[in-house]
């Protein structure tokens, strides 16, 4: 007879339980590490303590029931002490509250109920994590958190058909990961993996049918208090010092994808303007305050129409831009540009009088917007506040108190550095008389070049006196910080309004997918002039190698190209956030069309089949020795002698099938003509009486089973056992 398949345990079910559920802990703290909310330390130490739990549960059933009460009491005070260190801010205290539970849910005794608990503990964070970060990593998580948690739900039903298995809490004092190992591989089923894995793609199935079908909506929208901000680099913030931009260069992370309508509409030196900064003061600019206060408007809006872009301009194709988290709360702007959307309603935070879009705090996850009519310029439109105040300014009346926009020509400077710098100015113009911004820039630019050189090590920026000062007068290296607040303070003592800018300057094309990518390493710090004649800023990079001296003559550069694994790699991303992130009303809507679409082609080439087919039937019917030939007649007499064949012996397929796919041993000839025997010895055993048997027919029963159902038989030895089976059937009168 056919042995019984060996199957786990209670006690090894629970074992297993124990091991999936702490690789579920894992997933879970790892989903975890990807926020920026301070919790290093907690994730650090719970990640060990799950890791010992694995490979040592003889240490956790040592732990007395006392302990674990103590445990809970201290959890209760630290979580509690912690919510209210942590206010008003809720989230970052609620996810340290969830790891802790997790963790004493992980290590604590658990029935069904606790396993169901830990479960959706960990499905928490996934979810929490997914919702701030909208990382391509999550995708990748959750696809391993599914067939873990059917797994996990799949044991604990197990467990809950015993009786006996209820009430046992396992204590972890026999885990061995090498004896289950083995019993795994004793027990392993592949229909059971198989049905597992056909279960796993319909769950992944209807989770994209879901995804696709429900209404859209951003969660932190819905629910405002998930709105969690973080910290960004210091050299794209509202105040930068000096280096702070270089210390961005040497993450060469990713900071900016974009999706262009074609490689021919980027710039041949693209600069990715962020912020401008109008105010100095010892070596460090930032945006004055009245600029921030007076001038910063706060609106909440999908989309934004801005009227600056140049009517005569063709219209071009939307740019889809993907900041990354933690990079800056201000938004790269390469130029004027006619709108601006974004996926739902966002909190903006604009300063429309220098061309500056950002939001009200600095996202965690990726953030996209999509421009429209994109204008590429070295120059941007001065207000008309600082048109005026420019027409009118007088350099004498210039102090420390002046508002904006004489902020973007006053120099908080010594009396002797500003005497230095109006020397230094006089000996570079020479009595050129009234230059233009651009002719200006041009010098100065070329001073700078001649004397000064790049560098990530500044020489002379850490001696006593303004540092950009020390810098002009005594060093020789210097980094795009120095160079652009060179050229600011220069040019503002010259009596030419200036200011620094801070954003991303190139880039490289990703020819996998074709767009545009930045890198943290692309940080950049430059300059923009007023020029009164144009009314207009024009951009300015005294940084060497970053073009010609005259700003108006733009260089073209060679672009880079990003390709191999690195790309392939990056570009999944990119899907990610064009497939899944991006993915609004609008998408589902063009996916309906689509659909439709589709549909109606199908129906129209199917009635239109149908329709020929119908024509072509009823001419046979109203003149078949035209229509209908003998091939035609003997195709469909052997049509139907085939279908009346396979109808007639449909059961005997489905039985063969059947037996194909749980028993492919019984479609040996060897076995069915053993089969055959049997039965005809069966039905002789029924017709004749027991006495008028032979007296080897319960031998030769037995030798008929087992080459049935034993093991393979040699065809010599089953043709000798059915010649003996023929006599005795002969002999049965």
């Not at 009595?431 to 700078?448: F, K, V």
């Not at 089973?705 to 089953?718: D, H, K, L, T, Y």
Request: net charge neutral; glycine share 6%.
């Amino acid at each position: 007879m056919k042995k019984r398949r060996a199957s786990l345990t209670v006690e090894e079910l629970h074992e297993l339980k124990w091991l999936i559920s702490g690789l579920l802990a894992l997933l879970a703290l790892w989903s975890l590490v990807a926020l920026d909310m301070g919790l290093e330390l907690h994730l650090l130490f719970c990640g060990l303590a799950v890791v010992t739990s694995l490979l040592r549960p003889i240490w956790i059933g040592h732990l007395p029931e006392q302990a674990w009460l103590v445990l809970r009491l201290s959890m209760l005070g630290v979580v509690l002490t912690d919510f209210m260190l942590s206010m008003p801010q809720t989230i970052p205290p609620l996810v340290r509250m969830v790891i802790l539970i997790l963790l004493y849910r992980m290590l604590a005794k658990r029935q069904k109920r606790e396993d169901l608990q830990l479960l959706l503990l960990c499905f928490f964070c996934l979810v929490i994590s997914g919702t701030l970060t909208v990382s391509l990593l999550f995708g990748f998580q959750i696809l391993l958190f599914v067939p873990l948690a059917l797994s996990f739900l799949f044991i604990v039903c197990l467990l809950d058909r015993e009786p006996e298995s209820r009430r046992h809490l396992n204590s972890g004092l026999h885990f061995s990961w090498i004896r289950l190992f083995k019993r795994l591989m004793q027990v392993l089923d592949f229909r059971a993996i198989g049905l597992g894995v056909a279960l796993y793609l319909f769950v992944v199935f209807v989770s994209s049918g879901l995804f696709v079908m429900i209404p859209r909506f951003n969660l932190d929208q819905a629910i405002p208090f998930l709105q969690v901000g973080t910290k960004s680099y210091s050299g794209f913030s509202d105040e930068v010092k000096l280096g702070a931009v270089s210390e961005i260069t040497e993450d060469n992370g990713v900071a900016l994808r974009i999706d262009v309508p074609s490689l021919e509409d980027v710039d041949d030196s693209p600069y990715w303007r962020m912020l401008v900064l109008d105010e100095y003061e010892n070596g460090g600019f930032r945006m004055s305050s009245e600029l921030k206060t007076k001038f910063r408007k706060d609106v909440l809006a999908r989309e934004l129409y801005v009227r600056e872009m140049n009517r005569n301009k063709e219209e071009t194709g939307p740019w889809t831009f993907y900041l990354e988290g933690g990079v800056s709360r201000y938004l790269p702007m390469p130029g004027p540009f006619r709108r601006i959307r974004f996926q739902g309603l966002q909190k903006l935070s604009l300063t429309p009088d220098v061309h500056v879009y950002g939001t009200d705090i600095v996202q965690q996850s990726v953030f996209f917007y999509q421009i429209e009519d994109l204008e590429w310029t070295w120059r941007f439109p001065a207000s008309r506040l600082e048109v005026e105040a420019f027409a009118e300014v007088d350099l004498p009346r210039i102090g420390q108190e002046s508002k904006y926009p004489y902020t973007e020509i006053q120099l908080n400077l010594s009396e002797e550095d500003l005497t230095w710098l109006g020397d230094l100015n006089r000996q570079l113009i020479a009595g050129a008389g009234n230059l233009s911004a651009s002719r200006y820039s041009e010098l100065i630019t070329d001073h700078l070049w001649e004397n000064f050189q790049y560098s990530l090590n500044p020489s002379r920026i850490d001696g006593t006196g303004d540092p950009v000062i020390g810098w002009l007068q005594e060093g020789n290296r210097g980094h795009c910080e120095l160079f652009a607040a060179s050229f600011v303070l220069l040019a503002r003592k010259a009596g030419y309004p200036a200011r620094m800018v801070v954003g991303f300057a190139g880039g490289a094309w990703n020819s996998v997918e074709a767009y545009f990518i930045v890198r943290n390493s692309d940080a950049h710090a430059w300059a923009e002039i007023y020029d009164v004649r144009t009314r207009e800023w024009l951009q300015v990079d005294p940084t060497p190698g970053s073009g010609a001296s005259d700003p108006e003559i733009p260089i073209r550069t060679s672009l880079k190209f990003e390709s191999g694994w690195s790309a392939w790699f990056d570009s999944l991303r990119i899907q990610w956030y064009r497939r899944i992130v991006n993915f609004d009303e609008q998408d589902q809507i063009d996916m309906a069309m689509g659909l439709k679409d589709t549909f109606s082609e199908i129906k129209e080439s199917l009635f239109g089949k149908f329709k020929v087919l119908f024509g072509r039937l009823k001419t046979m019917l109203q003149q078949p020795s035209k229509e209908i030939s003998f091939v035609h007649i003997f195709f469909v007499f052997l049509a139907g002698v085939c279908f009346v064949f396979f109808w007639r012996f449909r059961f005997v397929w489905l039985r063969w099938l059947i037996a194909l796919f749980r028993h492919p041993e019984a479609l040996d000839p060897v076995r069915q003509q053993a089969g055959r025997y049997l039965r005809r010895l069966n039905l002789k055993q029924r017709q004749v009486d027991v006495k008028r048997l032979p007296t080897n027919v319960p031998e030769i029963r037995a030798q008929l089973e087992e080459v049935r159902f034993g093991p393979r038989v040699g065809e010599a030895e089953a043709r000798a056992i059915f010649k003996q089976a023929r006599r005795v059937l002969r002999g049965i009168r």
